[in-house]
Structures are given as C-alpha cells and as structure tokens.
Nanobody, 126 residues
C-alpha cells in the first residue's frame, strides 16, 4: 500500500512558476515509477509527466515539454513537478500517481496507475 500526498498548488500569474511535491509513504518508493496527471474542469484526466523508479528516465506530454520538469528524491520518498512559464490552460487539479512492478518496456505509455493522490489545485491567471 502506498499513500500519496500532494502539496505546492496555488494561484499564480501567467508566466510564473510553481513546484509541486508528492510525498509517498512506505519503504518501497524507489521501486515505483511515478507520474503527474491533471484534470481541468469538464475535461478528462490527462498525463503530464512520468519518471522511472531510478529517476534515470523521464517522459512528458507535448503540451508541457520545455516548461515542466519531473524529478524525484528516493531518499525523501518524494516526487516533484517544477512548472515554469505557466499558462492559463495549465489550470487544473494535479494528481500524483504511482505504478508498481512488474513493468513493460513502455511502462510510461500508457502509465498504469496503482495509486493516486488526492490532488492539488493549480490556478493560472491571465
């Protein structure tokens, strides 16, 4: 069982930055691939970025490439999403997700989610 708690959301102006954090419980965090998803009002939840269990591989949606960076600190059981150059269309609830082994060669697409966090709101004003 893995529990995920997101933090760091808030209100920011367009062009600004935020860093989201997701703290995970359990001693097996380093064996889980992690990802961020988001869901805007009236839209389906969509993939944002993923990072492998070791942190050596990352993948991002085209809509956030060059602006968002996913990273992790396995010693702190935490995954991060650094969001720069934010746009109003980035407004959404952001969710942390964990995927446990075994993994396929394309573990990131689609990302098979075993655990979800409760979400944190990000609002970007124009």
């Amino acid at each position: 069982q893995v529990q995920l708690v997101e933090s760091g959301g808030g209100l920011v102006q367009a062009g600004g930055s935020l860093r989201l954090s997701c703290a995970a419980s359990g001693r097996t965090f380093s064996s889980y691939a992690m990802a961020w998803f988001r869901q805007a009002p009236g839209k389906e939840r969509e993939f944002v970025a993923a990072i492998s269990w070791s942190g050596s591989n990352t993948y991002s949606a085209d809509s956030v490439k060059g602006r968002f960076t996913i990273s992790r600190d396995n010693a702190k059981n935490t995954v991060y999403l650094q969001m720069n150059s934010l746009k109003p269309e980035d407004t959404a609830v952001y969710y942390c997700a964990a995927s446990g082994p075994p993994y396929s060669s394309k573990w990131y697409s689609p990302f098979r989610t075993d655990y979800w966090g409760q979400g944190t709101q990000v609002t970007v004003s124009s």
